[in-house]
């Protein structure tokens, strides 16, 4: 299952947004997003965890937790399907 966790603060890195989704299973992947030209965080990214049973105790525990002084957001990400 794909997550997304938005509103990460600025100063975020990668290993730390591993770190905070590892208390709850496996991760097959973590991408946080940066800024070319700023070289920051764009305050959010993508943790892919394959176990859905784990996935959705970490959005229950992490949605709406006070993360370095910022409320985070964290849901399951949405695959976008055109039609025709």
């Not at 890195?13 to 709850?24: A, H, I, K, V, W």
């Not at 991408?31 to 305050?43: A, E, R, S, Y």
Request: one cysteine or more.
């Amino acid at each position: 299952m794909k997550l997304i966790a938005r509103n990460l603060p600025r100063t975020f890195t990668e290993d730390e947004l591993r770190q905070l989704f590892q208390p709850f299973g496996k991760i097959k992947s973590c991408d946080l997003i940066m800024d070319q030209h700023t070289g920051q965080t764009k305050g959010f990214g993508f943790i892919e965890m394959p176990r859905m049973v784990e996935a959705q105790a970490a959005i229950k525990d992490l949605n709406k937790k006070n993360v370095l002084g910022k409320t985070i957001r964290v849901k399951t990400t949405r695959s976008v399907h055109r039609k025709h």
